[in-house]
């Protein structure tokens, strides 16, 4: 099992910029794909962003491209999530998960996932 801890939300006005950060700890050697996601208040979680461990490739939503970027840090087993010129409807708790690959296709569904952060919250105000 993995260990996940987001960090980095916060309250932000629409067109300003947010980082999170997910730290990884325990069984990190089966991670083969990192991911985010979203969750607004009525709405499914959504899938925003994700990584391959290894290759370092990168697949994003189409509703962030161009805002949002993924990135990685090997030696501090942490995954980052840069959102820019953020909007109002990119409100939600974003969630960090982790993948072994053994269910891993394209990495942008849940059931892709293993293990969970607990999630940290992101408002962006009008």
Request: charged share 20%; with cysteine.
């Amino acid at each position: 099992q993995v260990q996940l801890v987001e960090v980095g939300g916060g309250l932000v006005q629409a067109g300003g910029s947010l980082r999170l950060s997910c730290a990884a700890s325990g069984r990190t050697f089966r991670r083969y794909g990192m991911g985010w996601f979203r969750q607004a208040p009525g709405k499914e979680r959504e899938f925003v962003a994700n990584i391959k461990w290894s290759s370092g490739s990168t697949y994003c939503a189409d509703s962030v491209k161009g805002r949002f970027t993924i990135s990685r840090d090997n030696a501090k087993n942490t995954v980052y999530l840069q959102m820019n010129n953020l909007r109002p409807e990119d409100t939600a708790v974003y969630y960090c998960a982790a993948s072994t690959g053994s269910k891993w296709y394209t990495g942008s569904q849940r059931y892709e996932y293993e293990d969970w952060g607990q999630g940290t919250q992101v408002t962006v105000s009008s």
